[in-house]
């Protein structure tokens, strides 16, 4: 029932799959994703030990003059020419399971985000690789996790996995990728998952902006998926627009606060101090963990800073705790989506992640993790990432409530996450 409701694959995106796959080799010729991280290095020049980081950046200095003037001035590339196949073989590897293994003998979903991240930033490289350049001069880095749906609740540790995708749009400094992940079974690749990440180019330091490669669609399915990159983009757009941040919450909304309230208040005093907590019920305050995490060097990815793929699998596994405390079962992760990298994360931080379940129904939970790093001289908190998931128990959770007008404001929030992930699964 789960999968038939939750599988959604884009007819679209399979007809593009099938087309950039036709004449590829098989699974056992295909880079595995030690590869991709070994490629990245290669394509930026980083260096394999921390010692040495600074003066790998300052060797990077020499690739402004590479750097493109005007988009206008890049050759325009086809989808299939970022085109990648990546293989996870779990199943012909034995001696790699371990890693990827939960204790429910299933694979960890954490490092599967590692690893749809690496692989993102990696075909956008492909994307803008330059023939006649062995290293890149662009620095290209996940600005944003749009979304990611799955379709099975079960990711088999035994069976090889995978990874396809490509990229789909692009701006001018930006580029949105597709990826698909596929499980091996009974000799045939399974879909597991879709996922779009949004990535961005900028300069060979990370300080500013740089252009792309412009996309040419070459058939009506291209098009089409290009054209879903241009919504996606206003979509997204419209979403910050409307934040409970920016705008007050609907009079539906208003509604739905008031109601909540009247039903928490004591009848016998009906006084506003006095709450009381309805049946099968959770106050938002008493669903929530934190944890700390200090940023070592061996986190950090190509360009020196905490590897954005670490962080989600942090954020994923306290949000994943905080789902199992709250329903008292084994949940199962939904969806991902508006995952936004606002600044990196430096080796040496003190990363704080907080976990807030801010909106359950039926057998749903929503989880919302705020990553921060505190600098322990000045003493301030900044906000590096909010990263929101969609679980599923195994059976129903009790209704979260909030109490403080904030707290309201966490559950609005969470209930337009839920529903944009119900409307597209």
Same mark, same amino acid.
């Given at each position: 029932?789960?999968?038939?409701?939750?599988?959604?694959?884009?007819?679209?995106?399979?007809?593009?799959?099938?087309? =950039?796959?036709?004449?590829?080799?098989?699974?056992?010729?295909?880079?595995?994703?030690?590869?991709?991280?070994?490629?990245?290095?290669?394509?930026?020049?980083?260096?394999?030990?921390?010692?040495?980081?600074? &003066?790998?950046?300052?060797?990077?200095?020499? =690739?402004?003059? @590479?750097?493109?003037?005007?988009?206008?001035?890049?050759?325009?590339?086809?989808?299939?020419?970022?085109?990648?196949?990546?293989?996870?073989?779990?199943?012909?590897?034995?001696?790699?399971?371990?890693?990827?293994?939960?204790?429910?003998?299933?694979?960890?979903?954490?490092?599967?985000?590692?690893?749809?991240?690496?692989?993102?930033?990696?075909?956008?490289?492909?994307?803008?690789?330059?023939?006649?350049?062995?290293?890149?001069?662009?620095?290209?880095?996940?600005?944003?996790?749009?979304?990611?749906?799955?379709?099975?609740?079960?990711?088999?540790?035994?069976?090889?996995?995978?990874?396809?995708?490509?990229?789909?749009?692009?701006?001018?400094?930006?580029?949105?990728?597709?990826?698909?992940?596929?499980?091996?079974?009974?000799?045939? +690749?399974?879909?597991?998952?879709?996922?779009?990440?949004?990535?961005?180019?900028?300069?060979?330091?990370?300080?500013?902006?740089?252009?792309?490669?412009?996309?040419?669609?070459? #058939?009506?399915?291209?098009?089409?998926?290009?054209? &879903?990159?241009?919504?996606?983009?206003?979509?997204?757009?419209?979403?910050?627009?409307?934040?409970?941040?920016?705008?007050?919450?609907?009079?539906?909304?208003?509604?739905?606060?008031?109601?909540?309230?009247?039903?928490?208040?004591?009848?016998?005093?009906? #006084?506003?101090?006095?709450?009381? @907590?309805?049946?099968?019920?959770?106050?938002?305050?008493?669903?929530?963990?934190?944890?700390?995490?200090?940023?070592?060097?061996?986190?950090?990815?190509?360009?020196?800073?905490?590897?954005?793929?670490?962080?989600?699998?942090?954020?994923?596994?306290?949000?994943?705790?905080?789902?199992?405390?709250?329903?008292?079962?084994?949940?199962?992760?939904?969806?991902?989506?508006?995952?936004?990298?606002?600044?990196?994360?430096?080796?040496?931080?003190?990363?704080?992640? #907080?976990? &807030?379940?801010? +909106?359950?129904?039926?057998?749903?939970?929503?989880?919302?993790?705020?990553?921060?790093?505190?600098?322990?001289?000045?003493?301030?908190? &900044?906000?590096?990432?909010?990263?929101?998931?969609?679980?599923? #128990?195994?059976?129903?959770?009790?209704?979260?409530?909030?109490?403080?007008?904030?707290?309201?404001?966490? +559950?609005?929030?969470?209930?337009?996450?839920?529903?944009?992930?119900?409307?597209?699964?």
């Amino acid at each position: 029932m789960l999968a038939a409701r939750l599988c959604t694959m884009k007819k679209l995106s399979s007809v593009l799959a099938r087309t =950039l796959t036709s004449g590829t080799s098989g699974s056992l010729s295909l880079p595995d994703m030690s590869e991709v991280r070994s490629r990245l290095r290669d394509i930026v020049g980083a260096s394999t030990n921390w010692r040495d980081h600074v &003066q790998a950046m300052q060797e990077r200095k020499a =690739l402004h003059t @590479l750097l493109a003037k005007r988009q206008e001035d890049l050759p325009p590339r086809r989808m299939k020419d970022s085109y990648l196949e990546v293989i996870l073989p779990l199943g012909s590897q034995p001696e790699i399971r371990e890693k990827y293994l939960n204790v429910h003998n299933s694979v960890r979903f954490g490092r599967i985000l590692e690893d749809l991240d690496s692989l993102g930033v990696l075909i956008c490289y492909t994307h803008t690789k330059q023939e006649a350049q062995p290293r890149s001069p662009l620095s290209i880095v996940t600005a944003l996790v749009d979304k990611i749906n799955l379709c099975k609740k079960i990711i088999y540790p035994d069976c090889d996995i995978k990874f396809t995708g490509n990229v789909s749009w692009v701006g001018k400094t930006s580029m949105e990728v597709k990826m698909h992940m596929l499980q091996l079974h009974d000799g045939d +690749y399974s879909p597991v998952l879709d996922a779009t990440f949004v990535m961005v180019a900028r300069d060979p330091e990370n300080k500013r902006p740089a252009f792309v490669n412009p996309l040419i669609p070459e #058939s009506p399915e291209e098009e089409e998926i290009f054209k &879903q990159g241009e919504f996606n983009k206003t979509k997204r757009i419209d979403f910050s627009t409307a934040s409970l941040l920016k705008m007050a919450p609907t009079a539906e909304e208003r509604n739905i606060v008031h109601d909540i309230f009247l039903n928490t208040l004591d009848t016998r005093t009906v #006084s506003f101090r006095s709450r009381v @907590l309805p049946p099968n019920s959770v106050w938002m305050e008493d669903a929530k963990l934190k944890s700390l995490q200090i940023c070592h060097p061996q986190e950090r990815n190509i360009f020196n800073r905490i590897f954005g793929g670490f962080l989600m699998r942090k954020a994923f596994e306290l949000g994943w705790a905080t789902a199992c405390s709250c329903g008292g079962s084994r949940p199962f992760i939904v969806s991902v989506d508006d995952i936004m990298f606002q600044r990196p994360v430096e080796v040496g931080s003190l990363l704080l992640l #907080s976990a &807030q379940v801010c +909106y359950t129904e039926k057998n749903y939970i929503q989880v919302r993790v705020h990553s921060e790093v505190y600098d322990a001289d000045t003493r301030e908190h &900044q906000t590096t990432n909010i990263f929101h998931f969609t679980f599923i #128990s195994e059976k129903e959770v009790p209704r979260v409530v909030p109490k403080t007008y904030g707290e309201s404001m966490l +559950y609005l929030d969470g209930k337009r996450h839920f529903t944009a992930t119900v409307k597209e699964i």
